[in-house]
């Protein structure tokens, strides 16, 4: 009977000792272990200089995305109705803060009308539930009394704290107005000169750099608008959608729910859940569990018909990011920026993806992974449909 076992393999004559494929393989691993370390504590380094600079930096990318969702409006007023840039640009401002002016004034008193309301409707549903613990025989009355006895007196020991929080909102909204202003004004000039920015840029860093700042300046811009305005139309569809079901069921502050729906379209995913709970809660709050049930059912519906129709058929390839990336990054967003991070994450990935890909174009055409689908890095901007010819 033959040997089952196969015979060995005897290496070729030409091919390198073990050790020196292995000494290879680590120098190999070595090497890009080292840069990989430097380009991580390059983005530490950027992410601490952005944390220091947050101030100034914050309201330049809000002017940023402002003058995404003004631009077809003062170009409009430019081509139909003969305005100037400058004229164009201050009309467009100042018809976003009438916008925002009329639909403050329009939600705050119907806010005010219906706050008392609801609190009454707490303080009834509190009592009702005290009440009902009292009548059953899972705790005493004295228990109830020591429970909301004690509820008092935290809330009154903490009256310095609560003090202090209101002092540290007054702040709070003094920056915020200097954001506001300062936001605007930018927004204003970005409308203004902002076509003067790629062939500054293009002239300044030259033939090959220019050509590459300028092909990425450009996807980023059509991805950034694209995000703003896809935003808001799911924005818009929910807070419909939304408000007609609240106004339907009668609960309060419908409209200002409805507003505070559109509004956290822009933080996706966590926006949403946020805003769901808060319309379960005055649903609780105001008429009871059956209209919570109702409400959280209706924000169910209007969710996923938000991820499953709204989103992929309006974003198309606009982002082309994963939902769990998205999601991923407003956490990471909130956690290092607060709600201004929760907002401006998405977008800020969103163009960080744009520059990865064109990379990864431009290597591919210098490569051997060259293939139909990658494109060309030399063609000029505006030769293929990845390239428009857009500019702030």
Known sequence: MSDPRPEPIQP?????????????????????TWRWLVIA???????????????????????????????????????RLGF????????????????????????????GSQVGDIADSASDGLS?????????????????????????????SSASTIANGVLVGVGAVTSALVTTVLTLVLAFFFLKDGRRF?????????PTAGHHLTVVASRAWVTLGGFVRTQALVGLIDAVLIGLGLVVLGI????PLAVLTFVAAFAPIVGAIAVGAIAVLVALVSDGYVAALIVLAIVLVVQQLEG?????????????????????????????????????????????????????????????DAGPAAADPTAEPGSSPEDPQVTP
Do not use: C
């Open 12 to 32: 070729a004559a030409n091919l390198p000792p073990r050790e020196k494929v292995v000494g290879a393989g680590i120098s190999w691993v070595s090497r890009w």
């Open 41 to 79: 504590a390059g983005f530490v380094a950027v992410a601490w200089l952005v944390s220091q600079v947050w101030t100034i930096l914050l309201p330049i990318v809000l002017a940023l995305i402002l003058t995404t969702v003004l631009q077809p409006a003062a170009r409009l007023m430019e081509t």
């Open 84 to 111: 100037g840039p400058a004229l164009a640009a201050g009309a467009a401002v100042v018809g976003a803060i009438g916008v925002v002016a009329l639909t403050v004034l329009f939600i705050v008193p119907s806010v």
């Open 128 to 156: 009702e539930l005290q009440q009902r613990f009292a009548d059953s025989d899972l705790v005493t009355q004295a228990q109830v009394d020591s429970v909301v006895s004690a509820a008092q007196d935290r809330l009154q």
């Open 198 to 206: 790629l062939p500054w840029v293009a002239a300044t860093a030259g």
């Open 252 to 255: 309060p502050l419908a409209l």
């Open 308 to 368: 499953n129709v709204f989103l992929p058929w309006l974003q198309g390839r606009t982002l082309n990011l994963h939902a769990g990336v998205v999601l991923l990054t407003v956490v990471l967003g909130s956690t290092l920026f607060g709600v201004a991070g929760a907002f401006l994450s998405v977008p800020a990935v969103a163009v960080a993806a744009v520059v990865l890909r064109y990379l990864n174009e431009v290597i591919a055409g210098r490569t051997r």
